[in-house]
């Protein structure tokens, strides 16, 4: 039996090479991910006996120079943002001042953000610094603010700087307007915004155009909640491509601040669009009867309108029987109605409606307060707030409403009691009343039947002004809390 003798090996380093890397070779080579921790492992080893006093001074300087290190540095940005966002609002807010890293960190944790200097969007700084934005608010960005102003206006739209030149008001002032930036700048802002936050849900702008909506559109196609101001017939066309809208607030004029026509073309436009709508606000909006049927007959989600200051043409109030499926109907700060309704015959109703709200509304003739009450008839809840010219005559029309729950009265200074009772003593399902600041309604001059209904109450709210003394008196009797004296605790 022969046995060969193997051949020595020339180069140790042959074998190596022309060996298959394994999966920990590989996982060495990328040396990047173990910075951190070959960092925390390069520590001074603790000097001995032996070793001489220079060296055991640089250790010890070496030791103290680490304590002074940032040790989050070995945490990942992933592991920050999920520490950083379980802490409360009162503490995150300032833990961009720690340092750079931390300030980049919390601008990813930012989702809703007001702009109040437009060029904080074309230098590209907001889209660096709040990467994930969800909500953005660019009204006053939008405003170009004078220099020198001391003169301060606030709306419930918007609150801006104003000319201190300005002696006075005029009937068409419309100072607004002359301070908004030019429509070509807004929509290339829209567009770079739109381009680098695609999950975009919220936005609210003032003076786009339908080139810059269309361009939010494309790039936002989650984009649920929107809020335009100045808005027009031709703006409406970029409305209507987003398809997954679903709350819009269009601001047509305001008295004072700016000017734009909204009209039965836009309304339309706008129904067949936008049909998954379902909370629609229409500010300083003209139109008729034709464009609110096309958005009760489109938008068949539609739950709660609220008309706002309109101007629209007489007739367009049995449109709203249209809307099949609406919820909540307000009208706000609305100078008239429906001075010329029509018939009873045409008006219609909601068949699903459940609240009326409304607040600071001039009330100019019965014709018009007993169609918007025929049209709401089914309604469970009616909330009437700070109201000019209602008086019994008018309210009683309100009696066609049998199945309310709910009534609040606030600030109806023409109201008496004779009147309140009769549309109370026609209320079967009556639960909840409030009546505050209505200083003709008083407590003498209730009748027996209205003190029973009183009894019978869930929930009983009554300060008419602030000389009544029921309040007081019905301390301890249980009248107005139904059932608690059957469900006390022993």
Same mark, same amino acid.
């Given at each position: ?129 709040? +990467? ?61 915004? %739109? ?21 939010? %559109?494309?790039?936002? +196609? ?17 409305? %209507? ?29 706008? %129904? ?191 300060? +008419? ?26």
């Amino acid at each position: 039996m022969s046995i060969s003798a193997e051949e020595p090996i020339t180069d140790p380093n042959s074998l190596l090479k022309n060996r298959r890397q394994s999966w920990s070779d590989l996982w060495l080579k990328n040396t990047k991910p173990l910075k951190h921790v070959v960092f925390a492992m390069q520590l001074p080893s603790i000097p001995t006996p032996t070793s001489t006093k220079g060296s055991k001074t640089k250790g010890q300087t070496l030791i103290s120079n680490f304590s002074n290190i940032d040790r989050t540095l070995l945490l990942s940005d992933e592991l920050v943002l999920k520490i950083l966002s379980k802490l409360p609002d009162s503490q995150r807010n300032s833990n961009f001042l720690v340092c750079k890293r931390w300030l980049n960190l919390q601008g990813r944790l930012v989702r809703s953000l007001k702009v109040l200097d437009w060029e904080f969007i074309e230098s590209g700084r907001l889209i660096a610094r709040f +990467p994930n934005l969800t909500h953005v608010d660019l009204i006053n960005g939008c405003i170009i603010a004078p220099h020198d102003s001391s003169i301060w206006l606030s709306h419930r739209f918007l609150s801006m700087h104003i000319n201190s030149e300005i002696s006075g008001f005029v009937p068409n002032w419309r100072i607004c307007e002359e301070n908004l930036l030019s429509v070509e700048v807004v929509d290339r802002g829209l567009k770079a915004l %739109a381009g680098a936050c695609p999950n975009l849900r919220k936005l609210v702008v003032i003076g786009a155009s339908e080139l810059g909506l269309l361009n939010v %559109a494309e790039e936002c +196609p989650t984009l649920q909640d929107l809020e335009l101001h100045k808005c027009n017939d031709n703006v409406l066309r970029g409305i %209507a491509a987003c398809e997954n809208l679903q709350i819009l607030k269009l601001v047509g004029k305001v008295d004072g601040l700016y000017s734009s026509l909204v009209s039965d073309i836009g309304l339309t436009i706008l %129904a067949q669009g936008c049909k998954r709508l379902v909370k629609l606000e229409l500010s300083g909006c003209e139109g008729s009867f034709e464009g609110i049927k096309a958005i009760g007959q489109c938008c068949q989600m539609l739950e709660e309108l609220t008309i706002s200051d309109h101007r629209m043409e007489d007739g367009w109030l049995p449109a709203l029987s249209y809307c099949e499926n609406m919820r909540t109907l307000r009208f706000l700060s609305c100078k008239k109605i429906d001075l010329v309704p029509g018939p009873d015959d045409y008006l219609g109703s909601c068949p699903a409606l459940e609240k009326l709200h409304l607040q600071k509304c001039h009330f100019r003739n019965k014709r018009s307060v007993r169609a918007l009450f025929k049209v709401c008839e089914s309604v469970k809840e009616i909330v009437v707030q700070d109201c000019w010219g209602l008086d019994n005559d008018m309210f009683s029309s309100a009696s066609v409403c049998r199945r309310v729950k709910l009534l609040s009265l606030e600030g109806c200074s023409l109201l008496t009691t004779q009147g309140l009772e009769s549309v109370l003593l026609n209320c079967i399902e009556l639960q909840y009343l409030r009546v505050q600041s209505c200083k003709h309604i008083k407590d003498c001059e209730g009748s027996a039947a209205l003190s029973t209904l009183f009894s019978v109450l869930k929930e009983l709210k009554w300060r +008419p002004d602030t000389k009544s003394l029921l309040v007081s008196s019905l301390v301890g009797t249980g009248m107005g809390k139904r059932g608690g004296k059957f469900f006390k605790k022993s």
